[in-house]
T-cell receptor, first 115, second 112 residues
Framework: DGGITQSPKYLFRKEGQNVTLSCEQNLNHDAMYWYRQDPGQGLRLIYYSQIVNDFQKGDIAEGYSVSREKKESFPLTVTSAQKNPTAFYLC??????????????FGSGTQLSVL | RKEVEQDPGPFNVPEGATVAFNCTYS??????FFWYRQDCRKEPKLLMS???SGNEDGRFTAQLNRASQYISLLIRDSKLSDSATYLC?????????????FGAGTRLFVKA
Protein backbone atom coordinates (compact mmCIF):
# COMPACT_ATOMS: atom_id res chain seq x y z
CA ASP A 1 0.00 0.00 0.00
CA GLY A 2 1.23 3.49 -0.83
CA GLY A 3 1.75 5.93 1.97
CA ILE A 4 4.03 8.05 4.09
CA THR A 5 6.10 6.54 6.89
CA GLN A 6 7.43 8.66 9.72
CA SER A 7 9.81 7.41 12.37
CA PRO A 8 10.24 7.30 15.23
CA LYS A 9 6.79 7.74 16.73
CA TYR A 10 8.29 9.23 19.90
CA LEU A 11 11.63 10.98 20.24
CA PHE A 12 13.39 12.58 23.16
CA ARG A 13 16.03 15.24 22.80
CA LYS A 14 18.64 16.23 25.31
CA GLU A 15 19.81 19.80 25.73
CA GLY A 16 22.18 20.83 22.91
CA GLN A 17 21.49 17.74 20.84
CA ASN A 18 20.49 17.55 17.18
CA VAL A 19 17.88 14.96 16.31
CA THR A 20 16.61 13.78 12.93
CA LEU A 21 13.06 12.79 12.09
CA SER A 22 12.60 10.43 9.18
CA CYS A 23 9.96 10.73 6.46
CA GLU A 24 9.65 8.31 3.54
CA GLN A 25 6.91 8.15 0.90
CA ASN A 26 6.15 5.68 -1.87
CA LEU A 27 3.33 7.68 -3.45
CA ASN A 28 5.64 9.04 -6.16
CA HIS A 29 4.76 12.57 -5.06
CA ASP A 30 7.09 15.38 -6.04
CA ALA A 31 6.23 17.73 -3.19
CA MET A 32 6.91 17.05 0.48
CA TYR A 33 6.37 19.15 3.59
CA TRP A 34 7.17 19.31 7.28
CA TYR A 35 4.68 20.80 9.73
CA ARG A 36 4.81 21.46 13.41
CA GLN A 37 1.68 21.23 15.57
CA ASP A 38 1.41 22.68 19.05
CA PRO A 39 -1.63 22.17 21.30
CA GLY A 40 -4.52 24.43 20.31
CA GLN A 41 -2.76 25.70 17.21
CA GLY A 42 -3.02 24.99 13.53
CA LEU A 43 -0.26 23.22 11.65
CA ARG A 44 2.63 25.52 10.82
CA LEU A 45 4.92 24.94 7.85
CA ILE A 46 8.60 24.41 8.65
CA TYR A 47 10.09 23.48 5.27
CA TYR A 48 8.83 22.24 1.94
CA SER A 49 10.32 20.70 -1.17
CA GLN A 50 8.65 20.73 -4.56
CA ILE A 51 11.29 18.67 -6.31
CA VAL A 52 14.38 16.60 -5.57
CA ASN A 53 17.47 18.60 -4.56
CA ASP A 54 15.43 21.70 -3.85
CA PHE A 55 13.70 22.93 -0.71
CA GLN A 56 12.39 26.20 0.69
CA LYS A 57 11.85 27.65 4.15
CA GLY A 58 8.36 27.77 5.48
CA ASP A 59 6.98 30.07 8.14
CA ILE A 60 9.00 28.73 11.09
CA ALA A 61 12.26 27.34 9.63
CA GLU A 62 14.62 28.73 12.28
CA GLY A 63 16.34 25.94 14.20
CA TYR A 64 15.49 23.28 11.62
CA SER A 65 17.21 21.87 8.55
CA VAL A 66 16.18 19.45 5.79
CA SER A 67 17.57 17.63 2.79
CA ARG A 68 15.95 16.16 -0.32
CA GLU A 69 18.47 13.90 -1.98
CA LYS A 70 15.85 11.36 -3.07
CA LYS A 71 12.28 11.79 -4.20
CA GLU A 72 11.09 9.36 -1.55
CA SER A 73 12.85 10.88 1.44
CA PHE A 74 12.64 14.23 3.25
CA PRO A 75 14.33 14.05 6.68
CA LEU A 76 14.02 16.90 9.17
CA THR A 77 16.78 17.76 11.63
CA VAL A 78 15.86 19.65 14.76
CA THR A 79 19.03 21.46 15.74
CA SER A 80 20.16 22.71 19.12
CA ALA A 81 19.26 26.21 17.89
CA GLN A 82 15.57 25.31 18.19
CA LYS A 83 14.95 26.31 21.80
CA ASN A 84 11.38 25.06 22.05
CA PRO A 85 11.28 21.84 20.03
CA THR A 86 8.59 20.00 21.99
CA ALA A 87 5.75 19.49 19.52
CA PHE A 88 4.04 17.00 17.22
CA TYR A 89 5.77 16.90 13.83
CA LEU A 90 3.92 15.88 10.69
CA CYS A 91 5.35 15.08 7.30
CA UNK A 92 3.12 15.36 4.24
CA UNK A 93 3.28 15.00 0.50
CA UNK A 94 1.25 16.03 -2.53
CA UNK A 95 1.42 16.08 -6.29
CA UNK A 96 2.83 19.39 -7.54
CA UNK A 97 1.06 22.68 -6.81
CA UNK A 98 -1.43 23.54 -9.52
CA UNK A 99 -3.50 20.39 -9.26
CA UNK A 100 -6.78 22.02 -8.36
CA UNK A 101 -8.40 19.22 -6.44
CA UNK A 102 -5.25 17.80 -4.88
CA UNK A 103 -4.87 17.25 -1.17
CA UNK A 104 -2.15 16.57 1.37
CA UNK A 105 -1.27 13.06 2.48
CA PHE A 106 0.15 12.85 5.99
CA GLY A 107 2.44 10.52 7.84
CA SER A 108 1.44 9.34 11.32
CA GLY A 109 3.58 11.94 13.07
CA THR A 110 6.48 12.10 15.52
CA GLN A 111 6.07 13.46 19.03
CA LEU A 112 9.29 15.17 20.06
CA SER A 113 9.92 16.00 23.68
CA VAL A 114 12.84 17.58 25.51
CA LEU A 115 14.43 15.71 28.40
CA ARG B 1 -7.05 38.54 12.10
CA LYS B 2 -6.03 34.93 11.57
CA GLU B 3 -6.05 33.68 7.99
CA VAL B 4 -8.35 30.80 8.90
CA GLU B 5 -10.56 30.97 11.97
CA GLN B 6 -12.74 28.26 13.39
CA ASP B 7 -15.45 28.05 16.02
CA PRO B 8 -13.92 27.81 19.46
CA GLY B 9 -14.50 24.41 21.04
CA PRO B 10 -15.07 22.09 22.55
CA PHE B 11 -18.53 21.08 21.38
CA ASN B 12 -20.17 18.53 23.67
CA VAL B 13 -23.18 16.82 22.09
CA PRO B 14 -25.21 13.67 22.77
CA GLU B 15 -25.30 10.80 20.35
CA GLY B 16 -27.76 11.41 17.55
CA ALA B 17 -27.45 15.18 17.67
CA THR B 18 -26.78 17.44 14.72
CA VAL B 19 -23.79 19.72 15.08
CA ALA B 20 -22.41 22.43 12.81
CA PHE B 21 -18.97 23.98 12.60
CA ASN B 22 -18.12 27.21 10.85
CA CYS B 23 -14.82 28.45 9.49
CA THR B 24 -13.92 31.84 8.02
CA TYR B 25 -10.98 32.65 5.80
CA SER B 26 -9.40 36.00 5.02
CA UNK B 27 -7.89 35.48 1.56
CA UNK B 28 -10.59 36.05 -1.04
CA UNK B 29 -8.37 34.43 -3.67
CA UNK B 30 -8.55 31.05 -1.93
CA UNK B 31 -9.16 28.27 -4.41
CA UNK B 32 -9.62 25.03 -2.57
CA PHE B 33 -11.15 24.08 0.72
CA PHE B 34 -11.14 20.96 2.85
CA TRP B 35 -12.29 19.55 6.14
CA TYR B 36 -9.86 17.19 7.85
CA ARG B 37 -10.48 15.07 10.91
CA GLN B 38 -7.72 14.59 13.47
CA ASP B 39 -7.75 12.20 16.41
CA CYS B 40 -5.55 12.92 19.40
CA ARG B 41 -1.84 12.59 18.52
CA LYS B 42 -2.67 11.17 15.10
CA GLU B 43 -2.30 12.57 11.61
CA PRO B 44 -5.06 14.65 10.02
CA LYS B 45 -7.17 12.65 7.59
CA LEU B 46 -9.21 14.13 4.79
CA LEU B 47 -12.88 14.12 5.65
CA MET B 48 -14.11 15.89 2.55
CA SER B 49 -13.29 18.54 0.01
CA UNK B 50 -15.66 21.50 -0.12
CA UNK B 51 -17.13 22.50 -3.45
CA UNK B 52 -18.88 25.72 -4.43
CA SER B 53 -22.17 23.95 -4.92
CA GLY B 54 -21.98 22.25 -1.55
CA ASN B 55 -21.47 18.54 -1.15
CA GLU B 56 -22.63 15.70 1.02
CA ASP B 57 -21.01 12.46 2.09
CA GLY B 58 -23.30 10.32 4.18
CA ARG B 59 -23.97 12.14 7.45
CA PHE B 60 -21.59 14.98 6.57
CA THR B 61 -22.48 18.06 4.56
CA ALA B 62 -20.06 20.82 3.60
CA GLN B 63 -21.00 24.25 2.33
CA LEU B 64 -18.93 27.08 0.88
CA ASN B 65 -19.98 30.72 0.78
CA ARG B 66 -17.42 32.63 -1.26
CA ALA B 67 -19.14 35.98 -0.87
CA SER B 68 -18.95 35.79 2.92
CA GLN B 69 -15.74 33.76 2.90
CA TYR B 70 -16.88 30.99 5.15
CA ILE B 71 -17.11 27.22 5.09
CA SER B 72 -19.35 25.03 7.17
CA LEU B 73 -19.49 21.39 8.14
CA LEU B 74 -22.71 19.78 9.32
CA ILE B 75 -22.70 16.40 11.04
CA ARG B 76 -26.05 14.68 11.39
CA ASP B 77 -26.89 11.78 13.71
CA SER B 78 -23.61 12.12 15.63
CA LYS B 79 -21.82 8.93 16.63
CA LEU B 80 -19.41 8.36 19.49
CA SER B 81 -16.77 7.72 16.84
CA ASP B 82 -17.19 11.26 15.51
CA SER B 83 -15.37 12.57 18.59
CA ALA B 84 -12.27 14.23 17.19
CA THR B 85 -10.85 17.59 16.18
CA TYR B 86 -12.06 18.98 12.86
CA LEU B 87 -9.63 21.13 10.90
CA CYS B 88 -10.67 23.67 8.32
CA UNK B 89 -8.06 23.88 5.55
CA UNK B 90 -7.79 26.54 2.86
CA UNK B 91 -5.44 26.95 -0.08
CA UNK B 92 -5.20 30.08 -2.25
CA UNK B 93 -3.42 28.27 -5.06
CA UNK B 94 -5.51 25.19 -5.28
CA UNK B 95 -4.63 21.74 -4.08
CA UNK B 96 -1.91 20.63 -1.74
CA UNK B 97 0.85 23.15 -1.58
CA UNK B 98 3.05 25.36 0.49
CA UNK B 99 0.34 28.00 0.78
CA UNK B 100 -2.07 25.65 2.57
CA UNK B 101 -3.42 27.25 5.73
CA PHE B 102 -4.81 25.19 8.60
CA GLY B 103 -7.31 26.34 11.15
CA ALA B 104 -6.59 25.54 14.79
CA GLY B 105 -9.39 23.01 14.83
CA THR B 106 -12.67 22.53 16.64
CA ARG B 107 -12.87 19.81 19.20
CA LEU B 108 -16.01 17.63 19.22
CA PHE B 109 -17.02 15.31 22.03
CA VAL B 110 -20.00 13.02 21.37
CA LYS B 111 -21.32 11.40 24.52
CA ALA B 112 -23.61 8.42 25.04
Amino acid sequence: DGGITQSPKYLFRKEGQNVTLSCEQNLNHDAMYWYRQDPGQGLRLIYYSQIVNDFQKGDIAEGYSVSREKKESFPLTVTSAQKNPTAFYLCASSIPTGAYTDRLFFGSGTQLSVL
Amino acid sequence: RKEVEQDPGPFNVPEGATVAFNCTYSNSASQSFFWYRQDCRKEPKLLMSVYSSGNEDGRFTAQLNRASQYISLLIRDSKLSDSATYLCVVNPLGGGGFKTIFGAGTRLFVKA
